[in-house]
């Protein structure tokens, strides 16, 4: 008896018991996305109601697989977190997501959602990116088949965008594709055409900060313009409509005024919570005098930009300033990683590049000495990208770190015009050590966690993202407040989207100018005034 007692206490902290839940979240695998997943969830307040509703749940479990043990995975939960955790509707399990009998484990086929993350990028072959996943949709779905059963919503993340159809094919049942190498590169090609755009990215996309992104029901809106949105909506910004066709959701961000909406539509806001962000009597905006001509937007002009590193993305950032190139544009590459490596991985792309210039250099960006015989301070924009080619997160920022701080004293020491600067980290915890006036900062798998999370509690947020991440869509931008006010600069945020009404932009804040720093205001109360100075500026979701 005590020796059977003392098994089946190793086989429960083992985590090798099957669970009999049915309506979760199962998470399969553990990543640098996976902690930041299971905050973003249980931190969706927001979303958790009507998630329950879908689903028919009486309250959120998430399970989560992995190959580690539940002690393992609970301590590196706490440490990502530091304050005390509280693991209540979560449960762990010990196993290979690769494997039958493992999914069954964590009752796979009667999950509500399955997310499935990808591992740490590296630099290998493309024909072995997202084999993992594959294979672990391609398990599940022939599982389904064989029982006859419908397989749950399935969220993957995706290294090679190129294998998304590939993906659909495996796995025969709905699934929602998030291609975390297209959203990246292009999410870091608008910053650097937008400065200050990453600030606002960080507030939409994160759970814990501000506003975020919601959908709402058209209600008493269907049959109605577009434009009756803004005045039905009092404490949220409507920046577009999310619709179903024959195949699948579509996403019009800042449709025509005129649009009229459709019983089956969701309106796509921005507010800080959902619950309170309902659609009320309407309203209706109306415009300042007559219409000016169309506002262009003011991006930043690129013509010479310097990459400092290497990893399998940046062939697409090469390949998305090609597509927004409007003159000739020279990218050039300083990286360890061999030159044949980077033309190989370029040509096997695809990639033709005609608007743009690209040179590929050899060499160390950490050397004072060989980076200042580039002379980046002659650069309109300079990129640290996250090298693929470290053993771990830690050692990549290390690197990314110290050349930064090459980069900052040659810069410093030749008082130069100092140009646009965007790093890349694969640690959050080390965003802290980046001055806000120096440079801009992106934490890559913290942003794909936030896909990830978002689109597990509603899928259709993800043709939000496709739309918001694409050369064809809509586009924030940042511009000079007296190109949209002239000399009046006292405003409010109703004031300046009747301005922009009916000319393809839909004002979302303002970024201004506080105690020597610069702030980020997102929605703020829609008749609030802003007494604006001469260099602050108003952000806008461009058409």
Same mark, same amino acid.
């Given at each position: 008896?005590?020796?059977?007692?003392?098994?089946?206490?190793?086989?429960?902290?083992?985590?090798?018991?099957?669970?009999?839940?049915?309506? =979760?979240?199962?998470?399969?695998?553990?990543?640098?996305?996976?902690?930041?997943?299971?905050?973003?969830?249980?931190?969706?307040?927001?979303?958790?109601?009507?998630?329950?509703?879908?689903?028919?749940?009486?309250?959120?479990?998430?399970?989560?697989?992995?190959?580690?043990?539940?002690?393992?995975?609970?301590?590196?939960?706490?440490?990502?977190?530091?304050?005390?955790?509280?693991?209540?509707?979560?449960?762990?399990?010990?196993?290979?997501?690769?494997?039958?009998?493992?999914?069954?484990?964590?009752?796979?086929?009667?999950?509500?959602?399955?997310?499935?993350?990808?591992?740490?990028?590296?630099?290998?072959?493309?024909?072995?990116?997202?084999?993992?996943?594959?294979?672990?949709?391609?398990?599940?779905?022939?599982?389904?088949?064989?029982?006859?059963?419908?397989?749950?919503?399935?969220?993957?993340?995706?290294?090679?965008?190129?294998?998304?159809?590939?993906?659909?094919?495996?796995?025969?049942?709905?699934?929602?594709?998030?291609?975390?190498?297209?959203?990246?590169?292009?999410?870091?090609?608008?910053?650097?055409? =937008?400065?200050?755009?990453?600030?606002?990215?960080?507030?939409?996309?994160?759970?814990?900060?501000?506003?975020?992104?919601?959908?709402?029901?058209?209600?008493?809106?269907?049959?109605?313009?577009?434009?009756?949105?803004?005045?039905?909506?009092?404490?949220?910004?409507?920046?577009?409509?999310?619709?179903?066709?024959?195949?699948?959701?579509?996403?019009?961000?800042?449709?025509?005024?005129?649009?009229?909406?459709?019983?089956?539509?969701?309106?796509?806001?921005?507010?800080?919570?959902?619950?309170?962000?309902?659609?009320?009597?309407?309203?209706?905006?109306?415009?300042?005098?007559?219409?000016?001509?169309?506002?262009?937007?003011?991006?930043?002009?690129?013509?010479?930009?310097?990459?400092?590193?290497?990893?399998?993305?940046?062939?697409?950032?090469?390949?998305?300033?090609?597509?927004?190139?409007?003159?000739?544009?020279?990218?050039?590459?300083?990286?360890?990683?061999?030159?044949?490596?980077?033309?190989?991985?370029?040509?096997?792309?695809?990639?033709?590049?005609?608007?743009?210039?690209?040179?590929?250099?050899?060499?160390?960006?950490?050397?004072?000495?060989?980076?200042?015989?580039?002379?980046?301070?002659?650069?309109?924009?300079?990129?640290?990208?996250?090298?693929?080619?470290?053993?771990?997160?830690?050692?990549?920022?290390?690197?990314?770190?110290?050349?930064?701080?090459?980069?900052?004293?040659?810069?410093?020491?030749?008082?130069?015009?100092?140009?646009?600067?965007?790093?890349?980290?694969?640690?959050?915890?080390?965003?802290?050590?980046?001055?806000?006036?120096?440079?801009?900062?992106?934490?890559?798998?913290?942003?794909?966690? =936030?896909?990830?999370?978002?689109?597990?509690?509603?899928?259709?947020?993800?043709?939000?993202?496709?739309?918001?991440?694409?050369?064809?869509?809509?586009?924030?931008?940042?511009?000079?407040?007296?190109?949209?006010?002239?000399?009046?600069?006292?405003?409010?945020?109703?004031?300046?989207?009747?301005?922009?009404?009916?000319?393809?932009?839909?004002?979302?804040?303002?970024?201004?100018?506080?105690?020597?720093?610069?702030?980020?205001?997102?929605?703020?109360?829609?008749?609030?005034?802003?007494?604006?100075?001469?260099?602050?500026?108003?952000?806008?979701?461009?058409?």
């Amino acid at each position: 008896m005590t020796q059977w007692f003392q098994r089946m206490i190793h086989r429960l902290e083992a985590g090798l018991t099957t669970i009999s839940q049915k309506n =979760h979240i199962l998470i399969l695998g553990w990543s640098n996305r996976s902690p930041i997943i299971v905050k973003e969830i249980f931190q969706s307040e927001g979303r958790i109601p009507l998630f329950l509703r879908k689903t028919k749940a009486t309250r959120l479990k998430l399970v989560l697989l992995s190959e580690q043990t539940p002690m393992e995975v609970q301590q590196l939960l706490q440490d990502t977190f530091v304050q005390n955790w509280r693991f209540s509707g979560l449960i762990f399990r010990s196993g290979n997501h690769l494997k039958l009998a493992h999914l069954e484990r964590v009752a796979t086929m009667d999950a509500a959602v399955i997310v499935l993350p990808s591992a740490r990028e590296d630099a290998g072959l493309d024909s072995t990116v997202d084999g993992g996943t594959f294979k672990s949709l391609l398990t599940i779905g022939n599982w389904a088949k064989r029982e006859s059963r419908r397989p749950p919503l399935a969220v993957a993340e995706i290294l090679d965008h190129r294998k998304s159809d590939i993906a659909q094919v495996a796995y025969g049942g709905p699934l929602e594709i998030i291609p975390s190498d297209l959203y990246l590169s292009r999410l870091m090609a608008q910053i650097l055409r =937008h400065p200050g755009s990453s600030e606002v990215f960080s507030e939409l996309l994160s759970e814990d900060i501000g506003n975020e992104l919601y959908l709402k029901d058209s209600g008493t809106l269907i049959g109605q313009p577009f434009s009756h949105t803004f005045g039905a909506l009092k404490t949220a910004i409507p920046i577009g409509i999310v619709s179903q066709g024959p195949q699948g959701f579509f996403c019009t961000l800042v449709p025509e005024p005129d649009h009229i909406l459709c019983e089956n539509d969701k309106v796509v806001v921005i507010a800080e919570d959902d619950i309170k962000s309902q659609l009320s009597e309407v309203d209706e905006l109306k415009p300042i005098g007559p219409l000016r001509p169309p506002i262009q937007s003011t991006e930043k002009k690129l013509r010479n930009i310097l990459i400092l590193g290497w990893n399998r993305r940046v062939p697409l950032i090469l390949n998305e300033f090609e597509c927004y190139s409007r003159g000739k544009t020279t990218l050039t590459v300083l990286s360890r990683t061999p030159l044949e490596a980077r033309l190989e991985r370029q040509s096997h792309m695809g990639l033709d590049f005609k608007s743009v210039q690209v040179s590929h250099i050899l060499g160390d960006y950490t050397s004072t000495t060989e980076l200042k015989t580039y002379q980046p301070g002659s650069f309109d924009a300079i990129v640290l990208v996250a090298s693929d080619w470290s053993d771990t997160d830690a050692l990549t920022d290390a690197r990314t770190i110290l050349g930064y701080l090459v980069l900052m004293e040659l810069l410093d020491k030749h008082r130069v015009s100092r140009p646009a600067i965007l790093v890349e980290l694969l640690d959050a915890s080390n965003q802290d050590l980046f001055s806000q006036e120096n440079c801009e900062v992106i934490v890559s798998p913290l942003i794909v966690s =936030h896909f990830l999370s978002q689109v597990a509690l509603r899928r259709e947020l993800n043709t939000v993202f496709e739309n918001l991440f694409c050369p064809e869509g809509a586009e924030v931008t940042i511009v000079p407040a007296t190109s949209i006010l002239g000399s009046t600069l006292t405003t409010s945020l109703e004031q300046v989207q009747e301005i922009l009404f009916g000319q393809g932009g839909i004002s979302l804040g303002f970024r201004i100018h506080e105690k020597r720093q610069i702030k980020t205001v997102l929605n703020p109360p829609r008749k609030q005034e802003f007494q604006l100075e001469i260099n602050d500026k108003i952000i806008i979701l461009f058409r």
